[in-house]
């Protein structure tokens, strides 16, 4: 049976199985590496290395040997409120900051927002060291502010919400304003609430970046409490081997929360994508 | 006149110089209530198969210097270096750290490292390097000074599958000693069987097996006074056509190292030479996949003698204060004591650097019956060469250059002598 959808301008069009088949065919492709994962955490050591698609003998071994391995209790923790804390922080810097450089003109705003830009391009290598030596004279190695402090504004969020605000309709500030809006009033009350979307869409990329970051953490980190997951994960790998059966069970596990999250934010995370066109 | 002067102002800068190499000081020994807290960075600890050990060795140590902590932090290998180096800019350098032996130069020369004849006086360093392989010792040394002291290393062995020797009709008592019978045996088990021949590790990441090849066919990969690559000699070609040949041949797999490596685990490679490191995971998979594991010492060039060359790291010292220095000392000398490279071969899974223990029942007697594939690995300490590592900032740049082209050279049908004295050419204009 062909199914119909909708276009946009409102009309109903079929779809065909051809478009069908294929968006089946990728959807596979792009889960089978999790279904891999998954599989993996529950293999037996004798089937590891199974090309078989389905499990043989069926073991939660892994998930033991993992959880014993490494403290991953503390380092999800450790990694929620990293990353949710670094994503309210630039989420609320680059907010004020889009509406600072698209609401007024001033002196220099040019300059500085081509500064803005630019730091955008200075690859992590080059201010990893000034900013762990300015880290470890505040005393923050080790400590949360040192995870989250230092990315607490993020230049591309600031250069994507920009452009959204610059697109915003200046006839609905000036009403507002002749309502007698202040300018605070008209950031929240008249401009967020439009945009939220395309600050939504923003959020969920820069808690999933915050999420994966690596090197970071392992630098300001010394012990495994106070580390992310990212580095536990790093703790089934070496050199001279890699203990794939507990790495795959950390990795399940580590995907865990960002899958609850997808799942319950579904319906609003892919119109946020929608709307503002981010990929 | 000024002449008179100038002979007196030498004679005092004499006198003044020698008084000093006299009155040298070292840090005294800790005293009971002196309590200490060292900093140690290790590679090994927090990973899931090695950390184990590794805080074994700590905490040994701990219970017997009571007076001493170690404050062990994990840092993975690939990222060890810019750490140290980050803490070192940011001014709280580690006071130990388990480095990679390919940076000795870059580490002794930019990192400040400590030689331990600065640190330890000469009779207490010579009484503990009693009983350690001669070979050995040389691994941390860099101008007749020991930066670091080797801790987990191990040697290029050929692991291979009796099983799969059998059912090509080859003698596993009797494995191949020359890559000549190399090449021969892996292209039976090919054609007997559906599993690959052999495989020789590292053609990515570091360069100690491609220098234990160069080595073993009469070469080097910089000359003695450190001044020139080399890995364009005669002999340099002559090893990495070999392993062309091999390649080319069908005897050597085409799969990278990570995938042979599964292939080994289930059986499904003839030959592996690879670190012996690897030894531990080899043995749990082959008794998990049901096939027999042995292992054999590196195969020579003819009748050339072998130079297998080190893997693994060693422990340098970068603190600055006395205390510190003394109490990292003290954890030096526990880690490499005959209690603590049984700890490292036996819970680690490394060679142990003093090889009468392990005919000692106090320390591996047990444990070597029990693990007889350690012993291919231990004969090789007699003719251990050191890893050598490249002088100047640019030493990676240099070892990604010759892994580079004897990539290039080993996976086509390149001209090898071409694709060699090219690379050394561009390695040696970033030689300092």
Known sequence: MEALRTTTGGQLQRSSPRSHLLLIVLSLVAVFPIYWMILTSFRADGELYSASLLPGQVTLDHYARAWNAIPMGRMLLNTVVMAASQTLLQLMTSVLAAYGFSRWNFRGKSILYALFALTWLVPFQATMIPNYVTLTQLGWRNSLAGLIIPHASSAFAILLLFQSFKSFPLELIDAARIDGATNWGVLWKVIFPNLRASIASLGVLLFISAWNDYFWPLLVTSHLENSTIQIGLQMFLSTDGNLWGPLMAAATTASLPILVVYVLLQRQIIDSFVKSGLR | ?432
Do not use: C
């Not at chain 2, 309590?35 to 090695?50: E, M, P």
């Not at chain 2, 207490?124 to 002291?149: K, M, V």
């Not at chain 2, 036996?346 to 106090?362: F, K």
């Not at chain 2, 100047?392 to 990604?400: D, F, K, Y």
């Open chain 2, 1 to 432: 006149m000024i002449r008179l002067a100038h002979v007196l102002l030498v004679a005092l800068s004499l006198f003044l110089l020698a008084g000093l190499v006299v009155a040298q000081d070292y840090p005294a020994p800790l005293t009971a209530d002196q309590n200490v807290t060292i900093r140690f960075y290790s590679y090994n600890l927090g990973n899931a198969a090695f950390g184990p050990g590794t805080e074994k060795l700590i905490a040994e140590f701990m219970e017997a210097n009571p007076n001493i902590t170690v404050e062990g932090v994990p840092v993975p290998a690939a990222e060890m270096t810019a750490r140290v180096q980050a803490d070192i800019v940011a001014g709280t350098p580690p006071d130990v750290a388990q480095l990679i032996f390919d940076g000795l130069d870059f580490i002794a020369t930019n990192f400040n490292a400590k030689p331990l004849e600065t640190i330890v006086p000469p009779e207490e360093l010579a009484a503990h390097f009693e009983g350690f392989s001669p070979n050995g010792l040389q691994l941390g040394r860099l101008n007749d000074l020991t930066y670091g002291l080797p801790f987990t290393f191990s040697t290029p062995v050929m692991f291979y599958n009796a099983d799969l020797f059998r059912a090509a009709g080859l003698d596993p008592d009797a494995p191949p000693t020359t890559w000549a019978q190399v090449k021969e045996y892996a292209l039976q088990i090919a054609e007997a069987t559906e599993a690959e021949g052999v495989h020789i590790a590292g053609l990515g990441g570091f360069d100690w097996i491609v220098q234990s090849l160069i080595g073993s066919n009469g070469g080097q990969v910089l000359s003695a006074d450190r001044s020139t690559i080399e890995f364009g000699s005669e002999a340099a070609i002559g090893a990495i056509s070999m392993w062309q040949d091999l390649r080319l041949s069908g005897a050597h797999s085409q799969f990278t190292d990570a995938e042979i490596t599964e292939a080994m685990f289930t059986g499904n490679l003839g030959m592996y030479l690879q670190s012996s490191a690897i030894q531990r995971t080899l043995i749990t998979n082959a008794e998990t996949n049901g096939w027999e594991l042995r292992a054999a010492a590196m195969p020579a060039f003819g009748d050339l003698p072998t130079t297998p060359v080190n893997s693994g790291s060693a422990l340098f010292m970068f603190s600055d204060d006395p205390a510190r220095q003394r109490a990292t000392w003290e954890f030096l000398k526990f880690v490499t004591s005959e209690r603590g490279y049984t700890i490292i071969t036996s819970d680690i899974g490394y060679l142990p650097l003093r090889p009468a223990i392990v005919e000692d029942p106090q320390y591996l007697q047990e444990w070597a019956k029990a693990n007889p594939l350690v012993l291919p690995n231990l004969e090789q300490l007699t003719r251990l060469r050191a890893w050598v590592s490249y002088p100047g900032p640019n030493w990676r740049q240099i070892e990604t250059i010759l892994l580079e082209s004897v990539q290039q050279a080993v996976t086509s049908d390149g001209d090898v002598a071409t694709i060699m004295t090219d690379a050394a050419a561009r390695a040696q204009a970033l030689m300092p």
